[in-house]
């Protein structure tokens, strides 16, 4: 009788359908450190992106229908830090990684990923570099690159501010400098010439010495390649000094903390960033529900949750969520996500509308 039992059971357990186990993903950006506004962007819009698509049933793989789990990194826009996170995902076997924020991150942190067949979609990270020395097949981008970025802006600057002393600084990372000297380049080749060009040093303070110099240069418009926090002291001090000279920066002016280093100093900024995703109807809902969980999709929220949005695109007509088979989409398809359709060249980098530029007045900033 026992022996019976065993086996009726046992051939229940075999007729149940094996249970789904939850598909392991990672969001890594700056938690911590200088950049934090930048992670807490992209934590909004991965943990809203999985809420959602675990809300519909999960991802289908092969019919399957596989909910998604999703890990927070913290590389504090550190290199090294950067590494050892990713060589921490890999070993948990994480199957897709939407980051990193900074450039200098997500380039040596791509390195692991290909060795570790691991997919990484950077929402933000638009140095050339990740791209054109790509580690791996596995690594792509759904924001713009710098030389596209640093093309508008230069061209933008020798056109609006003809005759007008311009000066060019970075902050000396892989994003802040490769940004300065894309803008540069393009400034240089439409006819006009900077009259100071130098870097800084991020983290610090005090700018009084660099201020005093592009006082007595007389510089009209500063182009700063560089993060918020060194760009928004940078603004107040020139104020102080009694500059009118007006900041140009480029996409990581787009947080709110920006405006709250600068306050009234911040006045007239102009920065380079893609169109805003919050204007496009499609996301109408989409915004309204960020809002009444008191976020605003500002700056990479939207573009983390498309990142995510993509992968999943890619992973249910791969019906698999093994890397080969999932690159082979990402390289194949057109992406519908709230970033617009799109999809991937050879490089990895998308085919998306160019930059435009915003202006920030009265604690907001508004695409001109």
């Known amino acids: 009788m026992k022996r019976i039992l065993a086996i009726t059971t046992l051939s229940a357990c075999l007729a149940l359908p094996a249970m789904a186990q939850d598909i392991p993903i990672a969001v890594v950006g700056p938690m911590t450190g200088g950049e934090a506004s930048f992670g807490a962007q992209m934590k909004a819009g991965a943990e809203m992106a999985v809420a959602d698509i675990n809300a519909a049933g999960g991802i289908s793989v092969g019919g399957t229908k596989m909910k998604l789990k999703l890990t927070v990194g913290d590389d504090a826009c550190d290199p090294k830090q ?3 996170v990713a060589t921490k995902l890999a070993g948990e076997k994480v ?3 939407a980051g990193h924020f900074c450039s200098g991150s997500s380039i040596p942190s ?4 290909a060795e570790e067949g691991i997919v990484q979609i950077s929402p933000a990270s638009t140095n050339p570099k990740l791209t054109d020395e790509r580690a791996g097949p596995n690594v792509f981008r759904v924001c713009g690159r710098d030389d596209q970025q640093g093309g508008v802006a230069g061209k933008y600057l020798a056109e609006k501010f003809s005759g007008k002393k311009i000066a060019v600084i970075h902050d000396k990372s892989a994003y802040g400098q490769g940004l300065a000297d894309e803008t540069r380049k393009a400034l240089n080749a439409a006819g006009a010439k900077e009259v100071v060009y130098e870097g800084y040093t991020k983290g610090e303070k005090d700018y009084t010495a660099l ?3 592009l006082k007595q240069a007389a510089v009209d418009v500063l182009y700063v ?3 918020h926090t060194e760009a928004g002291l940078i603004a107040r001090q020139m104020r102080d000094q009694g500059m009118n000279t007006i900041l140009v920066s480029g996409d990581a002016l787009v947080t709110q903390e920006y405006w709250q280093i600068t306050g009234k100093a ?3 900024t102009l920065m380079t960033f893609s169109p805003d995703p919050r204007k496009n109807d499609a996301n109408k809902a989409l915004v309204e529900r960020f809002r009444a969980a ?3 999709p500002e700056g990479y929220v939207l573009y983390t949750y498309a990142a995510i949005q993509t992968w999943k695109q890619a992973v249910e007509k791969a019906a698999a969520t093994d890397a080969k088979k999932v690159i082979e989409q990402l390289n194949a398809l057109e992406f519908d996500t709230v970033l617009g359709k799109f999809k991937f060249d050879k490089k990895g980098d998308p085919t998306l509308p160019p930059y ?3 202006e920030w007045k009265d604690g907001k900033y508004t695409q001109l």
């Open 356 to 358: 435009v530029f915003y």
């Open 294 to 296: 008191k976020i605003e």
């Open 225 to 227: 390649g560089g993060y």
């Open 266 to 268: 911040g006045e007239g």
């Open 82 to 84: 950067a590494v050892a």
């Open 211 to 213: 201020v005093t110099k």
């Open 95 to 97: 199957k897709f990684v």
């Open 110 to 113: 791509s390195k692991v990923y």
